[in-house]
C-alpha cells in the first residue's frame, strides 16, 4: 500500500505539494470515488486510480538499454559533465534509474540503467562471471599470439592477472578489429588488456552483456525499455540468482 500523494509524486505528477493541491481540486479519483485526502493509502496493483480522467499505469521498476554515446559519462549525476542520466526523458528520470557499471566516456554501446538493485549486484558481482562482449578497433596487427595469450589471461601493468579472454580477430592488420568477450570488469580493462601486447585501442563498443545483445536498431543516445523475452534471458542465465 502506498500514500496516494507519494504515489502520483513518484509517477511524475509534481512535487508533494503540487500533489496535494491537485488532490484538492478534486481531479484525483480512485475506484471512481474523488480522493482529496493525500494520507489516502492505495494499492496500485490492485485499485484503478485516475488523474483528470487518465488511469495512472503503476511502474516500480524500469529497465532500459542504451546505445551510450561518447563523450557521456555513466553516471547519475555530475555539475560539469552530461551523464547517461541526462539524456533519459523526464518521465523514465523519476525512477531513479541508474547505470549498471560504467563505461568509459569514449566508449559507446551498451549500458542498462535500472532501479533494481538486485539486478545490478548480480550483473556486476565477481562471482556471477556474467559475459561482456566488445568490438574494438586495434592500433597494431593483432596475431593468433594474442589470441592465445588473451586465453591465458595477460598481466596488465600494475601486475594483475586477468582471467581468459576470448579473443576473435575479425579483420588483420595494420589496423585489426576484434571481437572480445571477458567476464570482469577492472578499470579500462580492455585497452589495458591491449596494452599487455604491445597494442593500442583507438574504438571500443560494447556490444552484448549476459544474453542481452545491443538493439542495432538503437542509434547513439537513443534508448529504450527491455523487452520481457529480454528479460527472461538474463533470468534464464541465472544472472538474477542470488
Known amino acids: 500500500m502506498l500514500r496516494i500523494d507519494k504515489l502520483l509524486a513518484n509517477m511524475g505528477f509534481g512535487s508533494r505539494k503540487e500533489v496535494k493541491q491537485l488532490l484538492k481540486s478534486g481531479a484525483v479519483k480512485v475506484d471512481e470515488a474523488v480522493v482529496k485526502d493525500s494520507k489516502t ?5 490492485v485499485q484503478k486510480v485516475t488523474v483528470h480522467g487518465e488511469e495512472v499505469v503503476y511502474q516500480e521498476t524500469i529497465y532500459l538499454m542504451m546505445n551510450k554515446p561518447p ?3 555513466s553516471a547519475t549525476e555530475d555539475h560539469v559533465q552530461q551523464t547517461v542520466i ?9 525512477l531513479s534509474p541508474f ?5 568509459d566516456k569514449d ?3 551498451l549500458l542498462i540503467l535500472t532501479n533494481d538493485g538486485q539486478l545490478s549486484h548480480s550483473l556486476l558481482s565477481p562471482k556471477k562471471h556474467v559475459p561482456k562482449t566488445y568490438f574494438a578497433k586495434i592500433d597494431g596487427c593483432v596475431t593468433e599470439e594474442d589470441v592465445d595469450a588473451f586465453k591465458q589471461g595477460v ?3 600494475d601486475g594483475y592477472h586477468t582471467k581468459p579472454g576470448d579473443l576473435v580477430i575479425l579483420q588483420s ?3 585489426s578489429e576484434i571481437r572480445l568477450t571477458i567476464t570482469e570488469g577492472k578499470f579500462h580493462q580492455v585497452k589495458r588488456m591491449f596494452e599487455a601486447v604491445g597494442k593500442k585501442v583507438t574504438y571500443l563498443k560494447r556490444i552484448r552483456m549476459g544474453g542481452l545483445d545491443l538493439d542495432k536498431e538503437l542509434k547513439l543516445g537513443e534508448y529504450r525499455e527491455l523487452t520481457e523475452d529480454e528479460l527472461n534471458k538474463l533470468q534464464d542465465e541465472k544472472v538474477f540468482s542470488g
Open 173 to 175: 592488420g595494420e589496423h
Open 41 to 45: 493509502k492505495v494499492d496500485p496493483n
Open 86 to 94: 541526462d539524456l533519459l526523458e523526464e518521465k523514465d528520470r523519476i
Open 99 to 103: 547505470p549498471v557499471g560504467r563505461l
Open 155 to 157: 598481466t596488465l601493468e
Open 71 to 73: 563523450g557521456v559519462i
Open 107 to 109: 566508449t559507446e554501446g
